[in-house]
C-alpha cells in the first residue's frame, strides 16, 4: 500500500489548464497537487497557436521571459485560400492590442509551452508529479483518492477537491460519467511540422477546400522556415459520409505544396498526430460532488476554429475561484461546485452560444457549395472593408465576438447580395441581354440544391439538425443582450468585477 | 443522435443453462407473427398456434383455383416505422423491390369518364394540386385539411376515462365553427372507404392521433406504398419462411380452444388440430393472445366448464371489456377479366358515392404480369359492406358488380354469377364475405375497452397483441398490428426477466415514430385558422349564389343564411384562435417544446423546415425550373394560390426575361468600345 500524500486540490493534467489550475491554486496558498503523465518537454496535437488573450494570462503568471517571444515570429498577417483562390490576404484585422493584450498572438509549440507553464506551477508553490499516470479515481466520504503510477512507483492521493484537466481522454471525466460522446460536438484534427518553407515573417494560413467541409486547414509557420500544419474535421460528418482524416489530411499537404508558393518545397518534418477536440456546445454539466472539469476535459473549446489553449487557461482561473470557495465553505458536493457553471457560463456563453450557432449552421455538409461560396464572399469582403473582418471576422478566431453587430452584418451583407443580384437580374433582363448568369440566383439554386439533398439523404437527420439550430438559436438571449464580451477583459477581471 | 455505445445487454450474452422458455403464441396474424419473429430472435422457444390452414389473418390470401386472393387489399403508409423495419431489417426484403409507391389516390363519379386525383399532402405542390382538383371547390377542401389538423392539434385525455373524450369525429366537426355539410361528407367518406367505419362512430381522439401520424408535410412522402403480389407470395410467404428458419413451431389449421391458468400463472392451452379426433393440453411458460377481438373474448371469457385452471378474466376483470369491442366484414369480389380493360389507371380508386363503398384496383398492373396473361384483374371491395342486402356471395358479388357497372358500363347487363356472355373470367373470379376476417373498429370510447400489451400486476405471463391492443398508433392498422406484437413480444422478454433475473437476448423494442410535437400542431392550426374562416365564408357564399341561381331564394331566405353566417364568421373565429393560443401558450409553458424527444419534431424545426420548403418552391420559379407534381394516372400540373404568391416574382421575372429574349434576337445591344 502506498503511503497516502494529502492536499486541498488534486489536479489531473498539466497541460495548459491543469498548470493554470495549478498556478492559480497556488498562488492562494493552496495546498494542490498537479499530475501529469508525461514527463516534458512532449509532443501534443495542437496548432500551438496562442493568441493574444492566452498571452495575457501567460504575462500575468509571469512566464513571458521563460518563452522568449523576442525569438519568435508574432502572427501579424494571414492569408486564406478557398481551393486556389485566395480571397484574402493580409493583417489579420481583429488584433488590436487593447485590454492589455498585446497586438500579435504567437506560435509556441506545445513541447515547450507546457514545459514552462508547468514549471510555472511548480514555481508558485504547487506539487507536481512528473511522469505519474493517473490509475483510478475514487470516493470516500467527502474525499477524492487518486491512485496513480510514477515510474515503478504507486502513489495514493487524497483531497477533497479533484480537478479533471486531463484532456479529451478524461480519466476524470470517465469516472464521474461526464465524457462526452456527441459527435456532433467533436472535431478531429491532424497536424505535422513541415520544414524547408519560403514563407513571409509571421504570416499565417488557413484554408478551406469544399470537398473538406465543414472544416479547415492551417499553417502557422516559426522561425527557421518551420510551421505547424493541420487540418481539422467535424467527426459528425466523418462518420456519415466516410470522410477520412488522413486521408484529408494528406490531400492537404499536397494541395499546400501547389496553392502556396512559400510551401512547394515543404517537408514533413515529423510524424503527423491525429487527435480529437470536444468543443464548447457538447458540455453537459463540468462539476460533481467533489470537483470540477477544465480545459479540454471540459470542452472548452472554440465551436468554428477548434482553438483551446486560452480557454483552457481561462476555465482553469475560473474553476479556482470555484475551488476556493469550496475549500472555504468546507462543503464539496455537486451543488457547492455549481458556482463553477455559474460562472463559467456568464463568462463564456455570450461568445460562445454565439459561435455554437454558426458552428450549427455549417453542420451540414450537404450544403457545402453554399457555405463555400458564402464563407468565401465573407473573406473576400474582409479584403476591402476593414470593419466586415474587425466584427464578423471574429466568427473565425479573435476574442471581440460582438453577436449583435455581427448578426446585423451577416444579414446585411445577404440581404443586400440578393438584392443586388436580384435587380441585376432584372435589369438583364429588361434591357435585352437575356437570361445571364446571375451570382444571386446561383446561389439561390446551390442552396436549393443543399436542401434538397439534404432532405432527401436523411429526412430525421435534416428535422434533428434544424431542431438543433433552433436550440442553439434559442440560448442567445446573454450574446444578443450583453455590453461587452466578459472574455475580453479575461478571466482575472472578471473574477474581480464579480467579488 | 450518434452514440457509440452498445446496449449493455447485447455485449454479455445470456449463457442459459436453462432450456428457452416456451412461448405459446395465439393467432397467426401479423401481431402474431411479429411477436413470434422477435421472441425467437431472443431466444425463445415459440409455438405459433393458427386457425386456419394459412398464416397472416388478415393479411393472409386465401388459394382458390391455382389463384391467390387477398383476404383485403392494405395501404402500407410511408410512416410504418415498425412494419418497414420488419420488412427490411428483420426479414431482409427491399422496399423497392416489393412495393411500389402511390403518390395519391383516385377519385371517380358514376357516369364520368375522369378521375379526380387526391395527393398526400406533403409537399407544397401536392397542397396545390389537391387545391385545384376539384374533388371539392377549394374552399372545402382548404377546410377538409384544416379540420385535420384542428382535430390532430386537440388535446384529449389519454386515459380514454373522460366522459367528454369520448367523442366521434362528425360530433368534432359539428363542435366546430367552420364545419360545413360537405367537410363532413367527405370526412365520412374517407373513413368508410378505409376503415369501414362511419364518421359518426369513430373515435376522434383515435382518429386525431392517425392524423398526427399521416399529416408529414413537407416531408414529399407519397400516399402509401402497394405490395406488388398477393399478400401471401409478398410477405406472408418469406414471413412464414423467416419464422421456420428461426425454429418456430407453427401448428396451422389448429384451433385454440381455451386458455386458462395454473397456479403459478402459467396458460395451460388446449387445442384441437384439424382433422384430430382428439384435443390437446399443454401449459406453456409464456403466452400472447393475438386474435380478434370475439375470439378474443372467447379465450379470456372461458365459458366452457370442467376445464383445470382459472379463467383468464378472473385474474383480470377489465378484460371483460373486450365483448363491448366491434368490428366489421369488407366483402370483396376479385374480378377476373377475360380481357385487357385499357386506361385503367394504376392507383387506388374510390368509387365516390357509390352504395356499399366501393374501391377498387387493378392488380395485373401491379402484381407480376405472368399471373394475368396480359388480361385485367380488379379487386372491387364493399367498405360499407352491411349495405349489402344479401348474405348469399354470389349475390352479394351480382349487387357489387351492379353498383360497380355504374361507375364502369363494360360490367353493364351481366344477368348471374357465371354468365358467359361477358367479359368475366368466372372460374378465376372470386367473392369472399370475410365475415371471419373481420376489421377492427375504432369507434367511440372503444379505447378504455382496448387491451393492453400486458397486465404484469395480475397476468405476468400473459400478453396481447394484434391491431385492437393499445399502441402508439390507435387507429387500427398493420402498423398497430405489428407495434402491439413487438410491445407483446417486449413484455414477455421483461417478465422472463423478472422472474429469470436475466434478460434474453437483445432487448426488444418498438420504434418510435416521428410526429410533429403538440405544440407544431397548435401553431399550425392557429396559423391556417384565418384561411379557414375566410374559406368558411367563400363557402357561404358559394352556397347563397347557388341557391339564387337555382331560384331557391324565394322569401330572402338564401339571403337571410348567408348574412347570418358571415355574421357569425368573426365571433367564431376570434373564439377559436383564442381557444387556439391558449392551448398553444399550455404546450409551450409545459415545456414539450424544449426537448420534444428524438422523434417528435419540435415547433422550431418544423417552422424552418416549412420555411424551408417555401423558399426552396420559391427558387425553382425563379431558377426556372419546372417542378412536376408527384404522377399520378391524372394527375396535372396545376399552380393555385399560394404557389402565386410564392412564385409570382420568379415568374414575372422569367415573363420579362422571356419576353425580353424574344423581342430583341434581331438587334443585340452589345456596344464596343471603339
Known amino acids: 500500500m502506498a503511503r497516502t500524500q494529502r492536499f486541498d486540490a488534486i489536479v489531473v493534467g498539466g497541460g495548459p489548464a491543469g498548470s493554470a489550475m495549478g498556478w492559480a491554486l497556488a498562488t492562494r496558498g493552496i495546498k494542490v497537487a498537479v499530475v501529469e503523465k508525461a514527463v516534458f518537454p512532449r509532443e501534443k496535437v495542437c496548432g500551438d497557436f496562442v493568441e493574444p488573450a492566452g498571452l495575457r494570462i501567460l504575462e500575468h503568471r509571469g512566464c513571458i521571459p521563460q518563452l522568449d517571444l523576442g525569438k519568435r515570429l508574432p502572427i501579424t498577417r494571414n492569408r486564406v485560400y478557398y481551393e486556389a483562390r485566395l480571397p484574402y490576404h493580409g493583417e489579420i484585422p481583429y488584433y488590436d492590442g487593447a485590454h492589455g493584450m498585446p497586438p500579435h498572438g504567437y506560435i509556441i509549440p506545445r513541447d515547450q509551452l507546457d514545459t514552462v507553464l508547468l514549471q510555472n506551477a511548480e514555481d508558485a508553490g504547487a506539487t507536481v508529479f512528473r511522469g505519474a499516470a493517473a490509475k483510478v479515481l475514487e470516493r470516500e466520504g467527502d474525499s477524492n483518492i487518486l491512485f496513480a503510477r510514477q515510474g515503478k512507483e504507486e502513489l495514493r492521493l487524497e483531497a477533497p477537491v479533484i480537478v479533471g484537466a486531463d484532456g479529451v481522454q478524461s480519466m476524470v471525466a470517465k469516472t464521474k460519467d461526464l465524457r462526452r460522446t456527441d459527435r456532433r460536438h467533436i472535431g478531429a484534427s491532424q497536424r505535422v511540422y513541415l520544414d524547408n518553407l519560403e514563407i513571409e515573417e509571421g504570416e499565417a494560413t488557413i484554408w478551406f477546400d469544399e470537398d473538406q467541409i465543414p472544416g479547415y486547414g492551417w499553417m502557422f509557420p516559426m522561425t527557421g522556415g518551420r510551421a505547424n500544419m493541420g487540418i481539422g474535421l467535424l467527426t459528425e ?124 449552421l455549417l453542420r451540414n455538409r450537404h450544403f457545402h457549395e453554399s457555405m463555400f461560396i458564402g464563407t468565401r464572399k465573407g473573406f473576400e469582403r474582409a479584403q476591402v472593408q476593414r470593419s466586415f473582418g474587425e466584427i464578423s471576422g471574429t466568427s473565425f478566431g479573435g476574442l471581440n465576438v460582438q453577436p449583435l453587430a455581427m448578426t446585423g452584418q451577416l444579414l446585411w451583407s445577404l440581404a443586400e447580395h440578393f438584392l443586388r443580384g436580384g435587380a441585376a437580374a432584372f435589369v438583364d433582363a429588361i434591357s435585352g441581354r437575356g437570361f445571364t448568369g446571375n451570382g444571386a440566383v446561383e446561389d439561390l439554386l446551390a442552396w436549393q440544391r443543399g436542401w434538397r439533398a439534404s432532405t432527401a439523404h436523411d429526412l430525421g437527420w435534416h428535422l434533428s439538425w434544424l431542431g438543433d439550430i433552433v436550440r442553439a438559436m434559442g440560448t442567445l438571449g446573454p450574446s444578443f443582450l450583453m455590453d461587452e464580451n466578459p472574455r475580453l477583459r479575461g478571466p482575472i477581471a472578471f473574477l474581480e468585477a464579480q467579488s | 443522435m450518434t452514440t457509440r455505445t452498445k446496449p449493455k445487454a447485447a455485449a454479455k450474452k445470456p449463457a442459459p443453462k436453462a432450456a428457452a422458455p416456451e412461448v405459446a403464441i395465439i393467432g397467426g396474424g401479423l401481431g402474431g407473427m411479429t411477436a413470434a419473429l422477435k421472441l425467437l430472435q431472443a431466444g425463445f422457444k415459440v409455438t405459433l398456434f393458427e386457425r386456419y390452414d394459412r398464416l397472416g389473418g388478415n393479411t393472409a390470401s386465401e388459394r382458390v383455383n391455382g389463384v391467390e386472393h387477398d383476404v383485403y387489399p392494405h395501404m402500407f403508409c410511408d410512416w410504418y416505422a415498425n412494419f418497414w423495419q420488419l420488412f427490411e431489417h428483420d426479414l431482409g426484403l427491399s422496399r423497392e423491390d416489393h412495393f ?211 379463467r383468464i378474466v378472473d385474474a383480470e376483470p377489465e378484460l371483460a371489456n373486450l365483448r363491448r369491442l366491434t368490428s366489421s366484414a369488407i366483402p370483396v369480389l376479385d374480378l377476373y377479366l377475360r380481357v385487357k380493360l385499357d386506361g385503367f389507371p394504376a392507383d387506388n380508386i374510390g368509387l365516390a358515392g357509390s352504395n356499399y363503398g366501393l374501391t377498387a384496383l387493378d392488380i395485373s398492373q401491379l402484381w407480376p404480369a405472368e399471373l394475368f396473361g396480359g388480361k385485367t384483374a380488379l379487386v372491387v371491395a364493399a367498405s360499407d359492406g352491411d349495405a349489402i342486402p344479401s348474405e348469399d356471395p354470389e349475390q352479394a358479388a351480382m349487387l357489387m358488380l351492379a353498383e360497380f357497372a355504374r361507375y364502369y358500363p363494360q360490367f353493364a347487363g351481366i344477368a348471374r354469377w357465371g354468365d358467359p356472355d361477358c367479359i368475366v373470367d368466372w372460374a378465376k373470379t372470386h367473392i369472399r364475405l370475410n365475415a371471419h376476417h373481420k376489421l377492427f373498429l375504432d369507434d367511440t370510447g372503444s379505447w378504455a375497452f382496448r387491451p393492453a400489451a400486458a397486465y404484469p ?118 373564439t377559436e384562435a383564442g381557444e387556439g393560443a391558449y392551448w398553444f401558450y399550455r404546450s409551450l409553458v409545459d415545456k414539450d417544446e424544449e426537448d420534444p424527444g428524438d422523434e417528435a419534431i419540435g415547433l422550431g424545426a418544423a417552422a424552418l423546415m416549412v420555411l424551408g420548403e417555401i423558399a426552396d418552391y420559391a427558387a425553382s420559379h425563379l431558377g426556372g425550373e419546372e417542378r412536376p407534381v408527384p404522377e399520378t394516372g391524372a394527375a396535372k400540373a396545376f399552380e393555385g394560390i399560394a404557389g402565386e404568391i410564392a412564385g409570382i416574382a420568379g415568374r414575372a421575372f422569367g415573363a420579362v426575361r422571356d419576353a425580353a429574349a424574344n423581342g430583341n434576337t434581331a438587334k443585340r445591344r452589345w456596344r464596343v468600345k471603339s
Not at chain 2, 331560384?551 to 343564411?561: I, K, P, S
Request: with cysteine; glycine share 10%; hydrophobic share 40%.
Open chain 2, 100 to 310: 411500389v409507391a402511390h403518390p395519391g389516390s383516385l377519385l371517380r363519379e358514376p357516369g364520368s369518364g375522369d378521375y379526380v386525383t387526391m395527393l398526400n399532402p406533403t409537399s407544397i405542390e401536392a397542397l396545390l394540386a389537391n387545391l385545384k382538383s376539384g374533388a371539392m371547390s377549394p374552399a372545402e377542401l382548404l377546410l377538409l385539411g384544416y379540420s385535420g389538423v384542428d382535430l390532430a392539434s386537440q388535446q384529449f385525455d389519454r386515459d380514454g376515462l373522460n366522459q367528454l373524450g369520448k367523442l366521434d369525429v362528425n360530433g368534432f366537426l359539428y363542435s366546430r365553427g367552420y364545419a360545413t355539410e360537405a367537410v363532413a361528407a367527405m370526412q365520412n367518406y374517407l373513413l368508410t372507404l378505409v376503415w369501414s367505419i362511419d364518421s359518426d362512430v369513430t373515435s376522434a381522439p383515435t382518429y386525431g392521433n392517425f392524423l398526427q401520424h399521416s399529416l408529414r408535410f413537407p416531408d414529399h412522402s407519397p400516399f402509401d406504398w402497394l405490395l406488388r403480389n398477393s399478400l401471401n407470395d409478398g410477405l406472408i410467404a418469406p414471413f412464414r419462411a423467416k419464422l421456420e428458419a428461426l425454429g418456430c413451431t407453427i401448428r396451422t389449421g389448429c384451433a385454440v380452444q381455451s386458455v386458462r391458468l395454473d397456479s403459478d400463472h402459467r396458460p395451460i392451452l388446449r387445442w384441437q388440430t384439424k382433422g384430430a379426433k382428439r384435443t390437446q393440453t399443454k401449459a406453456f411458460d409464456y403466452g400472447v393472445l393475438a386474435v380478434p377481438h370475439e375470439a378474443m373474448a372467447d379465450l379470456v371469457m372461458c365459458r366452457t366448464s370442467g376445464i383445470a385452471g382459472s
Open chain 2, 457 to 574: 400486476e395480475t397476468l405476468p405471463r400473459l400478453a396481447f397483441g394484434g391491431d385492437l391492443c393499445r399502441t402508439d398508433v390507435e387507429m387500427a392498422t398493420m402498423e398497430g398490428a405489428v407495434q402491439s406484437g413487438t410491445l407483446a413480444a417486449a413484455a414477455v422478454q421483461a417478465q422472463d426477466a423478472r422472474i429469470t433475473g436475466l434478460q434474453r437476448g437483445k432487448e426488444i423494442a418498438d420504434v418510435p415514430h416521428r410526429v410533429y410535437s403538440p405544440t407544431t400542431f397548435r401553431a399550425a392550426k392557429l396559423l391556417l385558422l384565418p384561411s379557414a374562416y375566410a374559406a368558411y365564408a367563400l363557402v357561404a357564399l358559394d352556397q347563397y349564389r347557388a341557391a339564387k341561381a337555382a331560384g331557391d331564394d324565394r322569401a330572402g331566405e338564401a339571403l337571410a343564411t348567408l348574412v347570418e353566417n358571415l355574421a357569425l364568421v368573426l365571433p367564431k373565429a376570434a
Open chain 1, 237 to 360: 460528418t466523418c462518420d456519415r459520409f466516410g470522410m477520412s482524416v488522413q486521408h484529408c489530411f494528406r490531400d492537404a499537404v499536397e494541395r499546400l505544396r501547389f496553392r502556396h508558393p512559400g510551401c512547394r518545397n515543404a517537408r514533413v518534418a515529423s510524424k503527423p498526430l491525429g487527435g480529437a477536440v470536444h468543443m464548447y456546445g457538447g458540455i453537459t454539466r463540468n462539476h460533481f460532488d467533489g470537483g470540477i472539469l477544465i480545459g479540454d476535459a471540459g470542452s472548452f473549446v472554440d465551436p468554428m476554429t477548434g482553438e483551446g489553449i486560452t480557454q483552457g487557461m481561462e476555465s482553469a482561473i475560473l474553476g479556482a475561484h470555484s475551488v476556493a470557495l469550496a475549500l472555504e465553505a468546507g462543503r464539496f458536493d455537486e451543488a457547492q461546485f455549481a458556482s463553477f457553471e455559474r460562472d463559467f457560463r456568464a463568462y463564456f456563453d455570450p461568445a460562445m452560444r454565439y459561435l455554437v450557432l454558426l458552428a450549427q
